[in-house]
């Protein structure tokens, strides 16, 4: 079992940058597949991000695709959502979330087995 913790959440202004960290508990981090979510209130969770677990490859949401950055330091058991260019719409709670059933990656919230508290992002416009 992880155990996953994000920070980095905070108040910006359209257009500025917030970098969203993600630390694993365990041994065994370079083994899972890794994503970020996010919820805004009374919608659903929505994919925004998911890297694979040597972190050679990638997938974005294309509402963020250009903007926001998904990487992973496995030396640190640390996932990243490095967001520039941010948007009102961009407003929401943001999870990290680890898959690990060895998928190259995955864009639906129900392969992932094991999630974080969030962390609040809010986009001032």
């Known amino acids: 079992q992880v155990q996953l913790v994000e920070s980095g959440g905070g108040l910006v202004q359209a257009g500025g940058s917030l970098r969203l960290s993600c630390a694993a508990s365990?041994?065994?981090?370079?083994?899972?597949?890794m994503g970020w979510f996010r919820q805004a209130p009374e919608k659903e969770r929505d994919f925004v991000a998911a890297?694979?677990?040597?972190?050679?490859?990638?997938t974005y949401a294309d509402s963020v695709k250009g903007r926001f950055t998904i990487s992973r330091d496995n030396a640190k058991n640390t996932v990243y959502l490095q967001m520039n260019s941010l948007k009102a719409e961009d407003t929401a709670v943001y999870y990290c979330?680890?898959?690990?059933?060895?998928?190259?990656?995955?864009?639906?919230?129900?392969?992932?087995?094991?999630w974080g508290q969030g962390t609040q992002v809010t986009v001032s416009s």
């Open positions: 979330a680890a898959d690990p059933s060895g998928r190259f990656y995955s864009t639906r919230p129900y392969n992932y087995d094991y």
């Open positions: 365990g041994r065994t981090f370079s083994t899972y597949t």
């Open positions: 890297i694979s677990r040597s972190g050679g490859s990638t």
